[in-house]
């Protein structure tokens, strides 16, 4: 027999149903307890870089928006740099910027909401520079295993033409469901974005 | 010709780092532990479930680097569900402690690490305007807390023990008694929710969310024992839930100052 391996076995992953608010989001529950709340505001008055709203749905297989989802977005700041020890990359450090937030889905509409910042390039191991982009983990009743995808900035054309990860996906069609969409309105920059689930527009989800 | 190294046509041969086994990168996950995105046993997984197959990503540092959080974030009757929604007394139900360690696959405690928590109360309600079941709320009960793991990856709460509940699956299906957990890691590919449930709860074999989990094993480490040692007598019962992370080929990363 050879020597034993003795690595431990991850822990199973379970949905989070649909109180999941009570525990991540107790206002959206409907009640007030801790001091401090997490939000899906990821900037203060002094955080550097282009103020950008994050704007979609997730759509189950029928087209219908869930009502009950809840998103984590988890981002470099203006720089390309994650507010990370493991990150030691060159760009600049920003105190005022965490990197990280989470939006529970309107009970009505579907709609999330991320206020944040457009993330600047970042470079990879290999040193290859990586389209700007913001990492999106996603959890819900019915959803077994939390998923994970990213978003895209559809001004950034050239820099998604290169990223190592779009190319990845042999599919070039499906390549656009990463690609949140610019507009403006009433001064503030919006990307949109539709994740869906299922069907002919299966947003590309990933096995990090 | 002067005396510089050869600049290599791929760039990784001119990184100034040393070789090393420990990029960083977190160890592949095992999907046969999982739950299945599509189980049609519950039944709400069905139009929920992507089809296509996930798409394999090696680890960049957008996988391996995550949120940090520290006291800062969190108050002091956070970890006490006892307390933290009192109005007018303690909360009705059995007073128990659940207590454990974070770790990675390593089998390193995993420090500084945000761990949320939340659940029903000792009669199955939950405190969400979404929840219509006619067991009645508990005024001193919120239901939801959160600590950070100490240095061994260590954490615990106190709460009452949450009861089960019927809910829309088939028509009398029922959920175990259970406390939802949500668990962070250093890395955000390490990100998970689970579900802890009672050591003996006879609702467990048959639950269909449980048993979407393939593995036998795997189910067996979502139930938290019976762990009379860490009970405070003539107070509360505990019960002890480890969580395994995904390993990371990486010593930790030199903790920076916590608290921040």
Not at chain 1, 145 to 167: C, H, K, Q
Not at chain 2, 19 to 41: E, N, V
Request: proline share 8%.
């Amino acid at each position: 027999m050879p020597q034993p391996l003795d690595y431990l076995k991850e822990t199973a992953s379970q949905t989070a149903g649909p109180y999941v608010h009570i525990g991540l989001i107790p206002a959206m529950a409907g009640f007030d307890i801790f001091e401090k709340n997490f939000s899906n505001v990821l900037v203060t008055s002094n955080t550097a870089g282009e103020r950008i709203t994050l704007e979609g749905k997730v759509l189950d297989g029928s087209g219908t928006p869930l009502r009950d989802v809840l998103l984590e977005i988890w981002q470099a700041n203006a720089a390309g740099r994650y507010n990370h020890p493991a990150d030691r990359s060159a760009g600049v450090l920003d105190e005022e910027f965490r990197g990280w937030g989470r939006a529970g889905s309107d009970f009505e509409s579907g709609l999330v909401t991320f206020e944040t910042i457009k993330p600047g390039a970042i470079v990879d191991k290999a040193g290859r520079k990586c389209a700007p982009h913001v990492n999106v983990w996603i959890v819900a009743r019915g959803i077994n295993i939390g998923l994970n995808t990213r978003l895209y900035f559809s001004d950034e054309e050239a820099a998604n033409a290169a990223d190592p990860v779009l190319n990845l996906i042999e599919q070039q069609v499906r390549r656009k469901t990463l690609i949140a969409t610019r507009s403006e309105r009433a001064g503030k920059v919006v990307y949109s974005f539709t994740i869906n689930l299922q069907g002919p527009e299966e947003t590309v989800f990933f096995d990090v | 010709m002067n005396a510089q190294a050869p600049a290599f046509s791929d760039p990784r041969l001119n990184r100034p780092e040393p070789f090393s086994p420990r990029d960083g990168g977190l160890f592949q996950r095992d999907r046969a532990i999982h739950p299945p995105a599509y189980a049609p046993g519950y039944k709400s997984s069905v139009l929920r479930s992507p089809r296509q197959a996930l798409l394999s990503l090696e680890n960049s540092i957008s996988e391996i680097t995550g949120p940090v959080f520290g006291h800062n974030d969190l108050g002091p009757l956070d970890n006490d569900l006892i307390r933290n929604y009192a109005k007018d007394g303690d909360p009705v139900g059995e007073r128990i402690i659940v207590h454990g360690r974070v770790l990675d696959e390593t089998g390193r405690g995993v420090p500084k690490t945000l761990v949320e928590f939340w659940q029903a109360n000792a009669g199955g309600r939950y405190r969400h305007k979404k929840d219509t079941y006619l067991a009645p709320i508990d005024p001193n009960f919120g239901g939801c807390g959160r600590a950070l793991t100490d240095d061994t990856g260590y954490y615990y709460f106190r709460t009452v023990k949450p009861g089960p509940y019927p809910w829309r699956n088939f028509v009398n299906s029922w959920r175990p008694a259970h406390i939802h957990f949500s668990v962070f890691g250093s890395g955000f590919a390490q990100r998970l929710i689970t579900q802890m449930y009672f050591e003996g709860d006879p609702l467990i074999p048959i639950c269909p969310i449980l048993t979407t989990i393939p593995d036998k094993d795997a189910l067996d480490r979502l139930v938290a024992p019976l762990d009379l040692n860490a009970s405070t007598p003539f107070d509360s019962l505990a019960y002890r839930f480890d969580i395994v992370l995904r390993g990371q080929r990486s010593t930790h990363f030199e903790n920076r100052p916590e608290g921040n």
